[in-house]
RNA sequence: GGAGAAAUGGCAGAGUGGUCGAAUGCGGCAGUCUUGAAAACUGUUGAGGGUCACACCUCCGGGGGUUCGAAUCCCUCUUUCUCCGCCA
């Protein structure tokens, strides 16, 4: 979430920012700054009140140890009048700040001002693209039937076994899905991120700090018998490793990678665009996180898009980066890349990574901190990108793969797989 | 799942009703010494709110209570450790 004193010194370039998200957020913003004033106008009387109180119980101690109780007895009168006001005090206080923390959650990241304006996926702005796309026999089809062809993945018996969107690979297709996993992973150590294994379930605490609760609850799966939740992205533990740590910064930047199945509700999306790998309930996912210095957010970020292309490059996939606009921007990004691969046999872009900037908004939440050189503490920047994400990644490789007699394996993932083709 | 013990500053660890935001050690920062570094020595160093700056207020796992006054007493929740049981 956004911090107070930042909304109250830049309130202009806040809602001028925000409207590229097609938000007026006028109204918004000048409730925060007067239920800031007012919570701040409380505070000073209850501390008052306090200060007040505070003395009259040294005298109070004073006056018994001299033994003169009567004295005594006389001020603890005197505080009984004062505990009534600072308890009124207090509750009305309480309020004021809980109104503000509601409002403050609803407050969406501010854009950077490379975000281009715009209200859907529509005006996302291609920054990037490469990769030349393959011409395909004329027999081609789209991967949920070579799934079927070559018996890889098994989507009816994940309906069985689950529901929709929790498919079952086989054979070649789960040595495939593991490949690119360990292909992931080594690449990201090979860049410096420190790999992970990280829980698959998390509390309430860590879902509010990366920010889907207290609105997204909707997406995840909750446990309820034991109030946790199915993780939706590796980015909710791994992020949340950080809660409530104070860092030098000597500490920074921080790089970690881990690979994680990642569950998602997915409540309403259906249709033509979600057959096959294409949208899922469970997928897996390798995600790279770090924790930067403010100065050098933007550097990590472009470094990260360099990591992310080099990947694809080696798997000769065609691909391009788009980056957000406002409209499309995620609730606590500043700015987001998305990196799509090109399905040939399905003649669309698909999304296979997405890497963003959250700037200080996950770490004001997170009380992510580290103890800058003037001594200060300061709220770090937090980013993550997918490194990648599984499903979409296997149906370009099947679709872009193909061939008329079985399908080739990407050159860099032979060792990994341990044969050339299905 | 049952029984017991514990939770204190960046870390470790004292503190059992007022003089405690809290001893001490480590770490951090600054300095002395040194060609430089290390060691040693000296000083300094918790967080949040508030203020132009002070003052002042809050915080000793979370929540509630007793008291004029709580790190300290009571209730409750969570977590950790030890023992027992079960178990990949």
Known sequence: MLQVPFIRENKDAVIKGLAKRNIDATQMINDVIDLDEDRRGLQTQLDNILAESNSLSKEIGNLYKSGETQKANILKEKTSQLKEDSKALNEQLNEKAEALNQLL???????????PSGNSEDDNEEVFRKGDIPVLHKDAIPHWELAKKY?????????????????????????????????????????????????????????????QLPDKEGQMYHVTEDNLYLIPTAEVPGTNIFRDELLNESDLPIGITGYTPCFRREAGSYGAHVRGLNRLHQFDKVEILRVEHPSRSYKALDEMVEHVKMILDELKLPYRILRLCGGDLGFTSALTYDFEVFSTAQDR???????????????????????????????????????????????????????????????VLVPYTGFEKI
């Open 105 to 115: 959650y609803k407050i969406p990241n501010v854009p950077n001002t490379l975000v």
């Open 151 to 211: 018996d890889i993945i098994d989507f009816e018996l994940g309906n069985k076994i689950t529901g929709a969107g929790f498919p079952v690979y086989k054979g070649k297709g789960a040595r495939l899905q593991r490949a690119l996993i360990a292909y992931f992973l080594d690449k990201n150590t090979a860049a410096g991120y420190t790999e992970y294994q990280l829980p698959h379930l998390v509390n309430e605490a860590s879902g509010f700090g990366t920010g």
């Open 349 to 411: 872009w698909l999304e296979i990574s997405s890497v963003s900037n959250f700037e200080t908004f996950q770490a004001n939440r997170l009380k992510l901190r580290f103890k800058n050189s003037d001594g200060k503490n300061e709220l770090a920047h937090t980013l993550n990108g997918s490194s990648l994400a599984l499903p979409r990644v296997l149906a370009g490789i099947l679709e872009n793969y193909q061939t008329e007699d079985g399908i080739k394996i990407p050159d």
